[in-house]
């Protein structure tokens, strides 16, 4: 089991701040308006050999009737009730507030291990000015400038100091799944309906959720995380800095899956932006699904889905092997049949098959269809070699790359999909020039 910290306490007291400097990237938006981290934001840390995940969480509105205020007090509060240790940060250039006092009395009733972490103190000859946090009953604060860095690594020894059991599980066994799409076609509702709880800020504005959110879990025997991505929005249309960050989380989360999850909306005609995220799967070489969802809500006759099928193949004629499956995030409908095919796509997405069999299907590939050939030079395969998975990429070895026409490597794919059974994944085929001997 994984050792979990959470960071918690009202807006905009620098919890992304931190978060991101303990795991060494920038994964939670910084900014300075209140609110902007709204879901639970998941990272891995290191400290001295002793890993563990981070949680980072939107600010504790104790009192308000907003929406989105309010849905962001629930998440820190499943947060906090799945943390190990939680780190209660505060701001020490505005000092105690009575907000601070309410999430403290939140704390409080956790009965978790919880380190007082007072931000922003940039000036430790100023300290004394800084225990008024004393009176909220956490022992001695932690004092701390995320932004510089400054006594952060005291932090990580203190929250380490906890952790008594450091094994941990290798990664490389881990299936991440990234959803996309862009906005409002149901990835949060999606998200939630997979894992079976209410993961992600669900609502129906546009553009709710702003993070990327990784959620590890089990299925079939297998580990996965699912990666709920911010909705991606066309660049032209990305007005606020918040966005173009989401835009790039949203894009950085692909790169980082093995399997993308592309979430499309039936109600609704396919548009550029639809192909611009397929593209940005197909580009990096990731397995793709496409999740038809909202299909609850489609009129249907006898030939509906046929004709729908037909016309994502045609859309997306780039990514023909990605399977296709229709849902309802809404109702449940085929919900529970996504896992099932990302098994099925995972399987293929890191197939490996022996040299032997492979130069096998070369020769009679060669022998089926003759290789092609431009002013009496004819195209030689001398061998044929995998050299990766994730997608499962293959090098020929030839005498001229010029002779390797798109058209003939075509053919060569398709029969490494029929023999192989790799319907299902990208596949990658390089050229290697090679004189004649071995």
């Known amino acids: 089991m994984n050792f979990t910290v959470a960071i ?14 303990i795991i060494g990237r920038r994964i939670s938006i910084v900014h300075d308006k209140p609110g902007v981290t709204r879901d639970r934001i998941y990272g891995k840390a290191d400290w001295n050999g002793k890993k563990f995940t981070i949680v980072d969480t939107g600010g504790i509105e104790t009192l308000t009737n907003d929406v989105i205020l309010n849905q ?44 007082l972490v007072v931000n922003k103190v940039d000036n430790y000859t100023r300290i004394s000015h800084h225990y008024e946090f004393f ?32 094994t941990q599980n290798d990664d490389d066994d881990i299936i991440k799944i990234a959803v996309a799409g862009k906005p409002n076609v149901g990835k949060s509702s999606l998200v939630n309906a997979i894992l079976g709880e209410e993961r992600a800020i669900v609502s129906n504005i546009p553009g709710t959720t702003r993070d990327a959110i990784d959620t590890s879990f089990e299925a079939y025997g ?15 249309r990305v007005k606020e800095d918040v966005e173009y960050y989401s835009n790039v989380r949203a894009i950085t989360a692909i790169e980082q899956a093995d399997i993308v999850l592309i979430v499309i909306d039936a109600t609704t005609d396919i548009t550029e932006q639809d192909k611009k995220v ?57 919900v529970e049949r996504i896992l099932e095919l990302i098994n099925f796509v995972m399987d293929q997405y890191t197939f490996r098959v022996k040299k032997r069999l492979l130069n096998e299907l070369v020769r009679e590939a060669t022998l089926m269809v003759e290789p092609p050939s431009i002013k009496g030079r004819k195209l030689k395969i001398y061998f044929a070699t995998q050299t990766g998975i994730k997608p499962p990429t293959f090098s020929f070895f030839i005498n001229d790359r010029k002779l390797f026409h798109f058209s003939y490597m075509r053919y060569l794919e398709n029969r490494l999909r029929e023999t192989f059974g790799l319907e299902a994944t990208p596949i990658i085929i390089k050229s290697r020039e090679k004189e004649a001997s071995r």
């Open 222 to 236: 297998k580990k996965m995380v699912i990666i709920d991505t911010a909705g991606m929005r066309r660049k032209s």
């Open 72 to 115: 962001m007090k629930r998440q820190a509060d499943f947060a906090i009730e799945t943390a190990d240790v939680i780190l209660f940060m505060v701001d020490g250039k505005d000092g105690l507030t009575s907000q601070d006092e309410d999430v403290a009395q939140l704390l409080r009733k956790s009965g978790k291990p919880i380190l």
């Open 135 to 166: 009176k909220l009953g956490f022992g001695e604060p932690i004092f701390i400038s995320a932004t510089h860095g400054t006594a952060v690594g005291d932090l990580l020894d203190k929250i380490t100091e906890f952790i008594k059991d450091d």
């Open 8 to 21: 918690v306490g009202r807006p905009n007291v620098g919890k992304s701040t931190l978060f991101n400097r």
């Open 278 to 334: 397929a593209g940005l799967a197909h580009d990096a070489g990731k397995a793709s699904i496409f999740v038809i969802n909202k299909w609850d809500l489609v009129e249907k006759d006898e030939n509906t889905i046929n004709r729908y099928r037909q016309n994502i193949r045609n859309e997306f004629i780039f990514m023909q092997y990605a399977p296709m499956i229709f849902v309802s995030a809404k109702t449940g409908q085929r």
